[in-house]
């Protein structure tokens, strides 16, 4: 196994290119004040920046055991009564059977070493969430000398991904019964069969991660079995193929025929080049066949825009929807919305671009889909790097890109970018619903009028049961904010305030639930890079076995 020239999730700076373009427009267009802002914050960013550790030596720190660690785990095993917690090779669940005592657990690992603690740490997890039935943990590459080479720092349960890949692997604790239950119905065929049996039909709180490498393996990543999704799905999929990069899997989800008609709502004001653009590439370049479109002009004066608008209108191409306010783009968004008339809705910039014709085929797949709510897609800069792959907590401050500047095709940490997966929220610059869920949660808050309102929505339909998916095959390129102007102005900073405000008193703690990162991970800038100090403490360095160690 080579890793050298793996992406495993390592720290990326924006490139000088892109931060070199982003300043000539500023000059281009004489905004000379907000040239000055942004490059003094570019310039204190990279000062102050902290490069993230070497495995090696995050290790050493937080993974390998210390002396006092060893004699906890020695002590807690000694003092075990009976045998809670069997460990079986995943090969030898042919013709095995599991001790019956209860409450019991077995650990089943697939071409993998358990760290010294992970027993320990397994059977204090099942003892302490006595509703969880599945529990996985991060784990550790090593290299072909079996030198450690990076961990998988893995999120808590994502459904969405789980069918994509093993990513809960390669070991995995499971209660007796329930895995009696399972090899009742056949030995499965590999680690990922293994985890979409056991997890079929739970809920997510009977699924518990384990935020601690407790295991070493050389595989970067274990391929996707598509027989086990194949079954795990049914014949729902119309085709299931596996990317070359990753080995993991992508879904095909069928969509209705007659397909369902897609209102994609545009707020505008003026730049009548990037709505053409936008607008010739939904007409001339998307493949999807039906499509209404909403044009919300925000009293636009500019003549080229003008005449673009109006020639749309008088066309039939589209609906235009004046509106003569503030900006608002909750309210324009919510006008756009009540006068369309599709199943689905999608909502897309003015400054965004249409790359690759199924863009709106693959969002339209996952927002049919009765479990998801939202499906948002990847957007890249106009370098061609990724300026959007779903938003999380944290980063960079309150809401950030996760994989911010990577290049287009780059796999994402531990592959992630190569498999539909649940986010926190996805941008309002791109994102599909259906019409009901758009109804039941209310659209969007218009006392969030520019900032935070598309995340203010996902938080509102993953509150009712539903996921917010990314799915990075559906991908457009995004000019982003360049209708609107930037945020550096001091005399929006009250107005911003307020947004942050008002989602802070709404949502509180709810902010910091992250369905697809790890509590490890740094939160800066583009994440996806280890901590410098994890803020998970593993059992064995708990203070609850302080006074064990004294003696």
């Not at 784990?139 to 994502?158: C, F, M, Q, R, Y």
């Not at 499965?188 to 490498?213: C, F, M, W």
């Not at 800069?381 to 996760?402: E, N, R, S, V």
């Not at 559906?474 to 945020?487: K, L, N, P």
Request: with cysteine; glycine share 8%.
């Amino acid at each position: 196994m080579t890793v050298e020239h793996e992406n495993l999730g390592g720290f990326t700076r924006p490139p000088l290119l892109a931060t070199a373009r982003r300043a000539v427009r500023l000059v281009l267009r004489g905004d000379l004040t907000s040239f000055v802002r942004r490059t003094s914050r570019f310039l204190q960013r990279s000062i102050n920046r902290e490069s993230p550790p070497s495995y090696s030596a995050w290790r050493d720190q937080h993974v390998v055991l210390s002396p006092r660690d060893r004699q906890v785990v020695e002590t807690w095993t000694q003092g075990q009564s009976g045998d809670f917690c069997q460990v079986v090779d995943l090969q030898d669940l042919i013709g095995w059977t599991p001790r019956s005592h209860s409450p019991s657990l077995t650990l089943v690992v697939d071409n993998s070493v358990l760290h010294d603690g992970a027993v320990m740490a397994f059977t204090l997890a099942a003892e302490q969430e006595p509703d969880a039935v599945v529990f996985y943990a991060d784990h550790e590459v090593i290299d072909n000398d079996g030198t450690p080479v990076s961990a998988n720092l893995k999120p808590g349960w994502n459904s969405e991904m789980a069918l994509g890949c093993d990513y809960a692997g390669p070991a995995l604790a499971i209660r007796n019964g329930h895995l009696d239950t399972i090899l009742e119905a056949g030995v499965p065929s590999s680690s990922h069969d293994l985890l979409l049996r056991a997890t079929e039909g739970l809920g997510a709180n009977q699924i518990k991660h384990l935020p601690y490498v407790l295991s070493s393996t050389s595989r970067i990543r274990a391929r996707a079995d598509t027989h086990a999704v194949s079954r795990a799905t049914g014949s729902e999929p119309e085709k299931i193929s596996t990317d070359g990069r990753s080995g993991f899997c992508r879904i095909y989800w069928p969509l209705p025929d007659p397909p369902p008609t897609v209102s994609i709502v545009i707020p505008t004001k003026d730049r009548g080049h990037l709505l053409k653009r936008c607008a010739e590439g939904l007409l001339q370049r998307t493949s999807y066949s039906k499509i209404e479109l909403i044009i919300v002009d925000h009293a636009s004066k500019q003549r080229s825009a003008r005449r673009f608008i109006d020639g749309l209108a008088q066309s039939g191409q589209a609906t235009v929807v004046s509106f003569d306010e503030d900006f608002n783009f909750s309210r324009m968004v919510n006008l756009g919305v009540a006068a369309s008339r599709g199943e689905l809705v999608c909502l897309l910039n003015n400054d965004t671009e249409v790359l690759e014709a199924g863009w709106l085929t693959e969002l339209t797949r996952q927002a049919l889909r009765p479990s998801v709510g939202v499906a948002g897609g990847l957007l890249l800069f106009p370098d061609g790097t990724i300026q959007h792959a779903g938003i999380h907590p944290g980063l960079g401050g309150f809401m950030g890109h996760g994989h911010k500047y990577r290049a287009h095709k780059d796999p994402g940490y531990y592959g992630r970018l190569t498999v539909t997966h649940e986010v926190a929220a996805v941008t309002g610059a791109c994102m599909a619903l259906r019409r009901s869920v758009w109804d039941q949660v209310g659209g969007m808050d218009e006392n969030l009028p520019v900032a935070f309102n598309d995340v203010d929505l996902c938080l509102r339909v993953r509150e009712r049961g539903l996921s917010v998916v990314l799915n990075p095959h559906a991908v457009v390129r995004h000019h982003e904010s360049i209708s609107r102007g930037t945020d550096d102005d001091p005399s929006k900073s009250a107005r911003l305030a307020a947004e942050h405000r008002r989602m802070t008193e709404r949502w509180g703690d709810l902010l910091d639930i992250d369905p697809a990162y790890h509590p490890d991970l740094s939160r800066d800038a583009s994440g996806f890079s280890l901590a410098q100090t994890p803020s998970t403490t593993p059992p064995w360095r708990q203070p609850i076995y302080d006074a064990a160690t004294e003696a």
